[in-house]
C-alpha cells in the first residue's frame, strides 16, 4: 500500500532529522523543522517560522522550487478527514485573501492528520 499511496500523491510523515540533513541549508538562525512529510518527489515541512515546501519539478527532477510560506500569511486552513472507504485525509491552505486554497496536500492514513492540523492551528492562530 506505501507505493500505491505514493503514486496517487499522499503524504506519509519523514523525521526532523532527515530533513535537516537534506534541506538544513534553507533555514534560518533559530529556525527548526518541526514536522515533516514526503510525497513521491515532493517534500513540505513545517518549521518554527514558515511551511516550506520543496517542488521537484520536470521529467529528471533536476529542477526545485521552494516556496516560503510565513505563518503569518495563512488566512485559513481546512481538513477533510477520511472515509470509511477513503484512502487520504486532505489537508488545504489559504494564503491571504485568495479565492482557491494555495496548498492542497493529501495523507494516508499512517499519518495523524488531526496532529497536523493542530500543529498549524498552533502556528497560524
Same mark, same amino acid.
Given at each position: 500500500?506505501?507505493?500505491?499511496?505514493? $503514486?496517487?500523491?499522499?503524504?506519509?510523515?519523514?523525521?526532523?532529522?532527515? $530533513?535537516?540533513?537534506?534541506?538544513?541549508?534553507?533555514?534560518?538562525?533559530?529556525?527548526?523543522?518541526?514536522?515533516?512529510?514526503?510525497?513521491?518527489?515532493?517534500?513540505?515541512?513545517?518549521?518554527?517560522?514558515?511551511?516550506?515546501?520543496?517542488?521537484?519539478?520536470?521529467?529528471?527532477?533536476?529542477?526545485?522550487?521552494?516556496?516560503?510560506?510565513?505563518?503569518?500569511?495563512?488566512?485559513?486552513?481546512?481538513?477533510?478527514?477520511?472515509?470509511?472507504?477513503? $484512502?487520504?485525509?486532505? $489537508?488545504?491552505?489559504?494564503?491571504?485573501?485568495?479565492?482557491?486554497?494555495?496548498?492542497?496536500?493529501?495523507?494516508?492514513?499512517?499519518?495523524?492528520?488531526?496532529?497536523?492540523?493542530?500543529?498549524?492551528?498552533?502556528?497560524?492562530?
Amino acid at each position: 500500500m506505501g507505493l500505491l499511496n505514493k $503514486l496517487i500523491g499522499n503524504a506519509s510523515e519523514v523525521s526532523s532529522e532527515k $530533513l535537516n540533513e537534506k534541506y538544513g541549508r534553507l533555514l534560518i538562525e533559530n529556525e527548526d523543522i518541526e514536522l515533516g512529510f514526503k510525497l513521491l518527489r515532493d517534500t513540505f515541512m513545517f518549521t518554527t517560522k514558515r511551511l516550506i515546501i520543496i517542488d521537484v519539478q520536470g521529467i529528471t527532477g533536476s529542477k526545485v522550487e521552494y516556496k516560503s510560506l510565513p505563518y503569518k500569511n495563512i488566512s485559513r486552513f481546512s481538513l477533510e478527514t477520511a472515509g470509511t472507504f477513503d $484512502l487520504d485525509a486532505e $489537508l488545504k491552505i489559504w494564503i491571504s485573501s485568495e479565492n482557491e486554497p494555495s496548498i492542497s496536500k493529501k495523507f494516508n492514513k499512517s499519518v495523524d492528520v488531526y496532529e497536523v492540523q493542530k500543529h498549524l492551528a498552533s502556528k497560524v492562530m
